[in-house]
């Protein structure tokens, strides 16, 4: 793990959880796989501490532990999962736009909460649309439920790796921590469950609501007592089908800036239907035929097939190599390249970072370096039209920040520079890793600079807090409105100007925060598909 | 020969200086002697970014998210030194927040996380506070029996062994006991205290003297002038 990985990984540890989990997480990170004794001991800290914040972390699924020998379980901490909290709110966000409300708030609680059993998040999601609903209606934990299940065969959500059923009369004594086995099969299988129950209201209105409710309640915190039907099985997120589609929702949207809106949609329709059947690191999609193409396009895309066949080959001979053809049988079948988009689309990351840091003549010599692979001093300024000076101050500028590098190429064996050729090139991969650790820097970064801002101002936004209290207080009241005005005076125009820009400034930080994460999406896609899985 | 290079005593490189760029005789550019600057000067400005409406949405997503996970029993957050002034709004804050206390599935954790029981303190039971309505026949019973307890001579020696056998116990569970103490009953130990002031002569002088006057005021109901 980097430097600024881990830096990175504490800062959202700290935001999220506090300053415990944070020492205990990133001296996990750090020093990687750890007992429990040895981390209470180096970082200092009493056992119970330790003991909770590791509770916390494996509920979120950022620790895992292992049985080793002796007795000895080990814990280990995945730093690229802390990573991830940045990506959360695009996570929910995904959810909302397939599928709406519900399947927004049931992501976000899953978030939230780590781990969670099914009748949990159909409770908790039911009574939170139900404030949301208008008085006298309640949510239906039948929808909810609906919902959850349509999460579940879209593989957005998962079951957590089951714990061992015990026996009440086990002979031997239990082993000191549980084997968790994740089955395969049944990991996407809902649970039969008959939730039958609305949501309830925080605050109960009036007494005839009380009256009604009251025997009801009673019978539900019976009912409560009880373990839940499907206790021990627990949900979490499937990160990885989030990045699948987000990664095919890129690869849509290039093909729309490159070519038209109808290819992008012959595109996505390809890619939906190799959802299922291909695995997520598969460097290409199934083969599928023109026809089946034609038959799956949506409703309301009437292409003649003639059409569409121009369309594929179109795809299929543009350089960027999106779409190949693999056979002719059916009428030509077609491939999406996934590994070769996500390669496009680093690489359109890398030419667009040099353009806006360097200037559109570095940029130029970068893609005709690109486009060369090799190049000597001479010849770059001769095919980049580029007067000799600019190019090498150019040249050794990038040089210098390593988005090119040099490859020697000795004449004579024994490597004198007078008789070497020296050739520019650029690595990708090299140059989008560096990127990537330049992308975690910055990230890091904004989060101190928030931090500090809201440090800075704490004085101011405690009372600005007090003020609208107070406000909200009087309003519910009843008061008049020279009151209110008065209140409101408390805050100086002074003081309400800066918690103004203090808005101002950390919406915006937080705004970067997300973007950069965009582009981490992108390298880290990239650089994950370049690396052979064992 | 002897000389080196291309005249005497100048340098050199050793490979051909027009294959990396630079003109024969032209001025190098000049050494860098430090590292770079920690805020260096950045050529172009930044691009804006982007606006719209999923990118509000998801900044306001991401400011809701950090807002209720500080509110989650998941968030531990550091103990607060003694503040010099306690919130009032505080105490309502701790209340609804140990209401929602999270238990985990210990099934699915290692056993050693679990926090074990102290079984070695068997759990004082708390006595309910007697409402004791001052009526002068308990109060003379209690005198009575004090007196008693500390003139008889062998209740003296009884006190003195437990005494003992307590110092024993307590360097034993010392720094169990620095922990309990803080929690015990501060009448507990008041009584305590004041058993072993008893030990000495000049305190049970004092303890006699207190306890005629209180017997003789709540008697006969009003201070005596001339015990003064």
């Keep these: ?534 | 020969m002897a000389g080196s290079g291309k005249g005497r005593g100048r340098a050199a490189f050793t490979f051909n200086i027009e294959a990396i760029g630079f003109a024969k005789g032209e001025t190098l550019p000049e050494a860098v002697f430090k590292p770079t600057p920690l805020f260096p000067p950045t050529g172009f400005k930044p691009v804006p970014l982007k606006m719209g409406e999923d990118e509000d949405y998801m900044l306001a997503l991401k400011q809701e998210f950090r807002g209720s996970m500080k509110k989650m029993p998941y968030f531990i957050a550091n103990k607060d030194e003694n503040q010099a002034i306690e919130k009032y709004s505080k105490k309502y804050l701790q209340m609804r927040k140990e209401s929602m206390e999270w238990i985990p599935d210990w099934r699915r954790l290692p056993r050693e996380m679990k926090p074990r029981k102290k079984t070695k303190k068997v759990e004082k039971t708390k006595k309910a506070k007697v409402d004791t309505t001052k009526s002068n026949v308990d109060v003379l019973k209690k005198i009575e029996n004090m007196l008693r307890s500390i003139t008889c001579d062998r209740s003296w020696k009884r006190k003195a062994m437990e005494k003992k056998s307590l110092m024993r116990k307590r360097r034993k569970k010392k720094t169990k006991r620095v922990k309990k103490k803080q929690q015990m009953n501060k009448k507990n130990m008041m009584k305590r205290n004041m058993k072993r002031k008893m030990t000495t002569l000049l305190h049970i002088l004092k303890m006699e003297m207190i306890l005629v006057l209180v017997v003789t005021t709540t008697w006969m109901k009003q201070p005596i002038s001339y015990l003064y």
């Design chain 1, 1 to 534: 793990m980097t430097q600024a990985e881990i830096k990175l990984c504490s800062l959202l540890l700290q935001e999220h959880f506090g300053e415990i989990v944070e020492k205990i997480g990133s001296h996990l990170i750090k020093t990687g796989n750890q007992p429990l004794r040895m981390i209470a001991n180096d970082t200092e800290m009493s056992l119970d501490q330790v003991k909770k914040a590791l509770c916390v972390l494996i509920q979120h699924n950022l620790v895992t532990y292992q049985l080793q020998k002796r007795g000895i379980v080990e814990y280990e901490a995945l730093c690229s999962r802390v990573l991830r909290i940045l990506r959360y709110p695009r996570y929910i966000y995904t959810a909302k736009t397939l599928y709406s409300d519900m399947g927004e708030l049931i992501v976000e609680e899953l978030l939230l909460n780590g781990k969670m059993t099914m009748s949990a998040v159909v409770q908790k999601v039911a009574d939170r649309l139900t404030e949301t609903m208008e008085d006298g209606k309640t949510m239906d934990y039948a929808e909810v439920s609906n919902t959850f299940v349509r999460l579940a065969d879209t593989h957005f959500i998962q079951r957590c790796p089951q714990a061992p059923e015990t026996s009440e009369n086990s002979a031997a004594p239990p082993p000191p921590a549980p084997t968790l086995e994740a089955n395969e099969k049944d990991m996407y299988m809902v649970p039969n469950l008959n939730l039958i129950g609305k949501g309830k209201r925080r605050r109960s209105f009036g007494d005839e609501d009380n009256g009604e409710h009251k025997p009801k309640r009673q019978k539900q915190d019976a009912d409560s007592k009880e373990p839940p039907p499907d206790d021990g099985i627990y949900w979490q997120v499937n990160i990885d089908r989030f990045h699948q589609h987000f990664r095919d929702q890129a690869i849509v949207s290039a093909v729309a800036n490159r070519m038209d809106q109808t290819s992008s949609e012959i595109v996505r329709t390809m890619l939906r239907m190799s959802e299922i059947t291909t695995s997520s690191n598969a460097p290409y999609t199934q083969p599928l035929s023109s026809n089946e193409i034609f038959r799956s396009l949506p409703a309301g895309y009437n292409i003649v097939k003639q059409i569409l066949d121009q369309y594929l080959t179109l795809l299929a001979d543009d350089p960027l190599e999106f779409v190949g053809k693999s056979g002719d049988s059916g009428g030509g079948m077609y491939i999406v390249n996934l590994h070769k988009a996500l390669a496009s689309l680093a690489t359109a990351t890398l030419e667009s970072i040099v353009q806006e840091r360097f200037g559109s003549r570095c940029a130029r010599i970068f893609r005709l370096l690109l486009r060369k692979k090799h190049l000597e001093q001479k010849q770059v300024e001769d095919f980049a039209m580029i007067p000799a000076k600019e190019a090498k101050d150019m040249l050794y500028k990038m040089l210098s920040e390593n988005f090119v590098s040099l490859q020697e190429i000795p004449k004579t064996p024994d490597h004198a520079p007078s008789r070497t050729f020296y050739l520019y090139t650029v690595n990708t991969l090299s140059s989008a890793r560096m990127l990537l650790h330049r992308c975690y820097k910055s990230v890091a970064n904004l989060i101190e600079r928030r931090q500090y801002e809201t440090k800075e101002s704490k004085r101011l936004l405690e009372k600005s807090q007090r003020v609208e209290a107070i406000l909200a207080s009087m309003q519910a009241t009843g008061a008049e409105e020279v009151q209110l005005q008065e209140i409101e005076e408390m805050i100086t125009a002074p003081e309400r100007q800066q918690l103004e820009s203090l808005k101002r400034n950390v919406n915006k930080i937080d705004a970067s925060e997300n973007q950069v994460d965009e582009t981490i999406f992108v390298l880290e896609s990239y650089i994950d598909s370049t690396v052979k899985k064992a």
